[in-house]
């Protein structure tokens, strides 16, 4: 079992940055093992996913988020970060974490962290 808190979500004004955290926990997890991956529904819309890190460190990011957003990882702390700058409204939503072994295909996500809302208002 894996378990994974974010924090880091809240509101700011369009242009604005967040920093959104996921400490990763449990028996099985390991941070040179899993992809981690952040994901975000809006209202009204499909979950899409919005930045990746593979276990060999390969990034993958969202055209919508490409140039805006970074993915990293602190392997010491077993955290993700995605820091998010340049904040628009329609990047509003809610924030999940999520984390698969050695697999980071988006459909195969095993375990996922509450969720943290990011509101950006214009």
């Known amino acids: 079992q894996v378990q994974l808190l974010e924090s880091g979500g809240g509101s700011v004004q369009a242009g604005g940055s967040l920093r959104l955290s996921c400490a990763a926990s449990?028996?099985?997890?390991?941070?040179?093992?899993?992809?981690m991956a952040w994901f975000r529904r809006a209202p009204g819309k499909e979950r899409e996913v919005v930045a990746s890190?593979?276990?060999?460190?390969?990034?993958g990011y969202a055209d919508s988020v490409k140039g805006r957003f970074t993915i990293s990882k602190d392997n010491a702390k077993n955290t993700v970060y995605l820091q998010m700058n340049s904040l628009k409204p329609e990047d509003t939503a809610m924030y999940y974490c999520a984390a698969e072994e050695w697999n980071c295909a988006p459909s195969d996500f095993e375990y996922w962290g509450q969720g943290t809302q990011v509101t950006v208002s214009s």
């Open positions: 449990g028996r099985s997890y390991s941070s040179y093992s899993y992809c």
């Open positions: 890190i593979d276990v060999d460190g390969t990034l």
